[in-house]
């Protein structure tokens, strides 16, 4: 039987290149480092995910349900992410270049959704 810590360990993503990935296909930018350690703060997805729902269509006049299921808040491979479908580049161009900004100049990894 494996011991709590094993079972709530995450994964630890290797080291790699930032990637852009391509605006036809759904991307995830991971809570890790091209050089493998942990982003901070540890709410980064949800604000950037909050960020996405400013002026958002989606959200109506209220605002009172704020989303955007273009940008949401998920876990990939054990570790938080923020995962972009590839309507926004069409639908939203800058905000589509703000989060792949925010993950570059983060140097936060990058992975195709599936």
Do not use: H
Request: proline share 9%; charged share 25%.
């Amino acid at each position: 039987m494996a011991s709590q810590s094993l079972l709530d360990a995450k994964p630890r993503l290797q080291a790699c290149k930032p990637v852009r990935p391509d605006p036809a296909k759904p991307f995830v930018i991971l809570g890790i480092t091209t050089d493998g350690k942990t982003f901070r703060p540890s709410d980064w997805a949800q604000r950037v995910a909050a960020a996405a729902t400013i002026d958002c269509e989606y959200c109506g006049p209220s605002k009172q349900l704020p989303c955007n299921p273009l940008v949401k808040v998920v876990t990939y491979e054990g570790v938080t992410g923020v995962w972009v479908s590839p309507a926004l580049s069409a639908r939203d161009t800058r905000l589509y270049e703000f989060v792949l900004r925010f993950a570059e100049s983060n140097r936060l990894v990058v992975r195709e959704a599936d």
